[in-house]
């Protein structure tokens, strides 16, 4: 009966079960833990670059009214510019450099911030580096076509 009883046991599965659901809701977690932080970071990154823009644009409307009343041409005022993309920039709560080309048509605006990830600092992510990226290019006597 002895040689029965340790048989038996020895091939008792109670609990294997428990240990396989375990194994597969941490699975379960992690991949959900990337999809929404993954998620989160692309949605990160799309307002950034969409902050970014919107300052190139804010800062593009900086031009040199003097050139552009006479019809010389249309320039970005430097200064000017850096400081009205610089204003959007902290009206949004963002942080970024602005930048505006050597012929003064291109003003450029770099954006970043950090998405604070939801799942992922189980696994030592607790965030995740996020850019942006804008430009403004003014044109001048451009029509459209028909």
Request: aromatic share 4%; hydrophobic share 45%; charged share 15%.
């Given at each position: 009966m ?41 949605r ?13 644009r ?89």
């Open positions: 002895t040689w029965v009883n340790a048989r038996a046991h020895r091939w008792d599965d109670r609990g294997g079960v428990t240990v396989f659901v375990a194994v597969c809701v941490v699975a379960l977690i992690g991949i959900i833990g990337v999809a929404v932080d993954g998620g989160g970071k692309m990160a990154t799309e307002r950034a670059d969409h902050v970014a823009g919107e300052a190139a804010a800062g593009g409307q900086a031009i040199d009214p003097t050139a552009a009343i006479s019809g010389e041409s249309v320039i970005i005022r430097p200064q000017d510019a850096v400081a009205a993309a610089q204003a959007y920039l902290r009206s949004v709560g963002a942080t970024g450099t602005v930048s505006v080309s050597a012929d003064g048509k291109r003003l450029t605006v770099h954006t970043s911030d950090v998405y604070a990830t939801r799942f992922l600092p189980v696994v030592g992510v607790g965030s995740m580096p996020v850019t942006g990226h804008g430009s403004a290019t003014l044109l001048h006597g451009v029509t459209a076509p028909e």
